[in-house]
């Protein structure tokens, strides 16, 4: 493969647009189109062409009367026909490979959608524990903490717990943010699955997200960030990367706090306070919590990535075997056709009778080079769904309505058969 189908899924899907009868009728079109683009391995004209040349080399080599030159000329006009026909072949055998590769791209993209739903609940009871984690924080460690604080009203260590309440206060806020931000979220996942349409950016978004998480989730068990990038990275952009690293930050600074003011209170008063262990305990418990929350988004997120699909790469087949392979076969036939034309008064003086063969190869050279470029140029067209994934007519995220995507799926599957019965001829 030219990469694994992995991980999947760029985001590139395109929703549909006009009526069905003119789709339905473009669908037909595209569908006998590709048929036509179906290549044999090699072009008969080709083969014909490359016999003609292996039997007059086969009655030369026979021959004492005609030169070691001349047998050797067209010994390796027989051989640059026959390196012709091996390109053609493994150009074809990638051809067949990019058939197979879009076949993939199309299963996995059904596969995307049809998903959907159900990533689009998880995320809704992703942030349903969300907001029970903030109520549950809400009615243990900040209503306790807020009775320390009445508790020490008055004396010396009033205001080392008062200074740790704005923490708590911040934490009950960006519970509810994280919440909010994962519902806009949700709402992106529903605009996707109601359109057929999935962005780059859709795809960046939760990228955003589960590197938020990893420095959080790192964050909440170390107590220290991640260390800094080698190269300075952007700022995110999105809101729930955001507020998922600022609470995890504000958790831990707020656990900092809390055990400096516990060492400064029993360095005041000589003695643990039974309330203040009590909290720290309450407190412990919900940064546990908030890391298992923050560990569920990361991996709802790393299992949303895996699922958009990606066009594996086709550079060498496009940038450099085929265009390479289309510029010299030209160039080879003429090649072959000069040094054919140069020995055959040679080879008639002495085998008249190769004549028709001669006469046969005229007639055939021009044809066979038709044939060719006919060749590549269909070979080009085979691979164009994934070189221009996005090509409103060929490409293979272009419009579609679910029914035409499966539809599509088994087209290229059909053709991917037909290829592989091909190449074993």
């Given at each position: 493969?030219?990469?694994?189908?992995?991980?999947?899924?760029?985001?590139?899907?395109?929703?549909?647009?006009?009526?069905?009868?003119?789709?339905?009728?473009?669908?037909h079109?595209?569908?006998?189109?590709?048929?036509?683009?179906?290549?044999?391995?090699?072009?008969?004209?080709?083969?014909?062409?490359?016999?003609?040349v292996?039997?007059?080399?086969?009655?030369?080599?026979?021959?004492?009367?005609?030169?070691?030159?001349?047998?050797?000329?067209?010994?390796?006009?027989?051989r640059?026909l026959e390196?012709?026909?091996?390109?053609l072949?493994h150009?074809t055998?990638?051809?067949?490979r990019?058939?197979?590769?879009?076949?993939?791209?199309?299963?996995?993209?059904i596969?995307?959608?049809?998903?959907?739903?159900?990533?689009?609940?998880?995320l809704?009871q992703l942030?349903?524990?969300?907001?029970?984690?903030?109520?549950?924080?809400h009615?243990?460690?900040?209503n306790?903490?807020a009775?320390?604080?009445r508790?020490?009203?008055?004396?010396?260590?009033?205001?080392?717990?008062?200074?740790?309440?704005?923490l708590?206060?911040?934490?009950?806020?960006?519970y509810?943010?994280?919440?909010?931000?994962?519902?806009?979220?949700?709402?992106?996942?529903?605009?996707?699955?109601?359109?057929?349409?999935?962005?780059?950016?859709?795809?960046?978004?939760?990228?955003?997200?589960?590197?938020?998480?990893m420095?959080?989730?790192?964050l909440?068990?170390?107590?220290?960030?991640?260390?800094?990038?080698?190269?300075?990275?952007?700022?995110?952009?999105n809101?729930?990367?955001r507020?998922?690293?600022?609470?995890?930050?504000?958790?831990?600074?707020?656990?900092?706090?809390?055990?400096?003011?516990?060492?400064?209170?029993?360095?005041?008063?000589?003695?643990?306070?039974?309330?203040?262990?009590?909290?720290?305990?309450?407190?412990?418990?919900g940064?546990?919590?908030?890391?298992?929350?923050?560990?569920?988004?990361?991996?709802?997120?790393?299992?949303?990535?895996?699922?958009?699909v990606?066009?594996?790469?086709?550079?060498?087949?496009?940038?450099?075997?085929?265009?390479?392979?289309?510029?010299?076969?030209?160039h080879?036939?003429?090649?072959?056709?000069?040094?054919?034309?140069n020995?055959?008064?040679?080879?008639?003086?002495?085998?008249?009778?190769?004549?028709?063969?001669?006469?046969?190869?005229?007639?055939?050279?021009?044809?066979?080079?038709?044939?060719?470029?006919?060749?590549?140029?269909?070979?080009?067209?085979?691979?164009?769904?994934?070189?221009?994934?996005?090509?409103?007519?060929?490409?293979?995220?272009?419009?579609m309505?679910?029914?035409?995507?499966?539809?599509?799926?088994?087209?290229?599957?059909?053709?991917?058969e037909?290829?592989?019965?091909?190449l074993?001829?």
């Amino acid at each position: 493969m030219y990469r694994t189908l992995p991980t999947y899924l760029p985001a590139f899907m395109r929703g549909n647009s006009g009526g069905s009868a003119a789709t339905g009728s473009y669908h037909h079109n595209a569908a006998r189109s590709w048929e036509e683009l179906s290549p044999q391995p090699v072009p008969e004209n080709l083969c014909e062409l490359r016999g003609i040349v292996a039997d007059i080399s086969h009655a030369v080599d026979q021959s004492p009367y005609i030169s070691a030159q001349v047998k050797a000329s067209i010994r390796e006009c027989t051989r640059k026909l026959e390196a012709e026909c091996a390109t053609l072949r493994h150009l074809t055998q990638l051809a067949h490979r990019a058939a197979t590769d879009a076949s993939n791209v199309l299963r996995w993209r059904i596969r995307f959608f049809d998903a959907l739903d159900e990533r689009i609940l998880e995320l809704s009871q992703l942030r349903a524990r969300f907001v029970d984690s903030r109520r549950a924080f809400h009615q243990q460690p900040s209503n306790l903490l807020a009775g320390e604080i009445r508790n020490a009203r008055g004396r010396i260590h009033d205001g080392l717990l008062s200074g740790v309440k704005p923490l708590f206060d911040k934490i009950d806020k960006y519970y509810n943010e994280v919440n909010v931000s994962l519902r806009v979220e949700e709402e992106c996942l529903k605009k996707i699955r109601s359109s057929l349409r999935v962005a780059p950016d859709d795809k960046r978004r939760w990228e955003l997200i589960r590197d938020a998480c990893m420095e959080a989730s790192n964050l909440l068990t170390t107590g220290t960030p991640l260390p800094p990038p080698h190269m300075p990275q952007p700022v995110p952009n999105n809101k729930a990367a955001r507020n998922i690293k600022v609470l995890a930050k504000t958790v831990t600074d707020a656990s900092q706090g809390l055990l400096q003011a516990h060492r400064n209170i029993v360095d005041l008063t000589q003695h643990p306070q039974f309330g203040l262990l009590r909290l720290q305990s309450e407190y412990e418990n919900g940064v546990e919590t908030c890391r298992q929350r923050i560990g569920e988004v990361l991996q709802f997120s790393e299992h949303f990535l895996r699922s958009f699909v990606e066009v594996p790469p086709l550079d060498d087949f496009r940038d450099h075997l085929l265009p390479t392979a289309a510029a010299s076969s030209s160039h080879n036939l003429q090649e072959v056709s000069r040094q054919m034309k140069n020995n055959a008064p040679a080879v008639l003086g002495v085998l008249p009778q190769l004549n028709v063969h001669f006469a046969r190869f005229d007639r055939c050279l021009p044809i066979a080079d038709k044939s060719k470029q006919c060749m590549y140029t269909k070979l080009q067209g085979l691979v164009q769904p994934l070189e221009q994934p996005n090509d409103p007519h060929q490409g293979v995220f272009r419009t579609m309505r679910p029914v035409q995507l499966r539809e599509e799926q088994r087209i290229w599957r059909g053709l991917e058969e037909q290829w592989a019965a091909q190449l074993q001829i």
